[in-house]
Nanobody, 125 residues
Framework: QVQLAESGGGLVQAGGSLRLSCVASGRTFSSYVMGWFRQAPGKEREFVAAISESSAVTDYADSVKGRFTISRHNANNTVHLQMNGLKLEDTAVYYC??????????????????WGQGTLVTVSS
């Protein structure tokens, strides 16, 4: 089982950009579907983006499609979320997650097996 550590959150003005990173421990990173979820205050955790083991398949929530890009680098056990055109409603704690058993399509609905501690993204007007 991997352990995950996110970084890159912070305060940004609406329309700005941030790049989140997630570093995973373990030797089998390339065997995991990776993804990002977020949780805004008072709301449930929601799917943002996911990427397959080889980067061949990606999936995005409709609310971020065209603005966010997920990528991974198996050689150094990292997954990134590039966030452009940030909106006030993107304010949330962003969680990196991994799944060994589920597909990209499944994690969107059923979530991840393992989560990081989260990183806060605050978008101001």
């Amino acid at each position: 089982q991997v352990q995950l550590a996110e970084s890159g959150g912070g305060l940004v003005q609406a329309g700005g950009s941030l790049r989140l990173s997630c570093v995973a421990s373990g030797r089998t990173f390339s065997s995991y579907v990776m993804g990002w979820f977020r949780q805004a205050p008072g709301k449930e955790r929601e799917f943002v983006a996911a990427i397959s083991e080889s980067s061949a398949v990606t999936d995005y929530a409709d609310s971020v499609k065209g603005r966010f890009t997920i990528s991974r680098h198996n050689a150094n056990n990292t997954v990134h979320l590039q966030m452009n055109g940030l909106k006030l409603e993107d304010t949330a704690v962003y969680y990196c997650g991994s799944s060994y058993r589920r597909s990209v399509a499944t994690v969107r609905i059923r979530g991840m097996d393992t989560w990081g501690q989260g990183t806060l993204v605050t978008v101001s007007s």
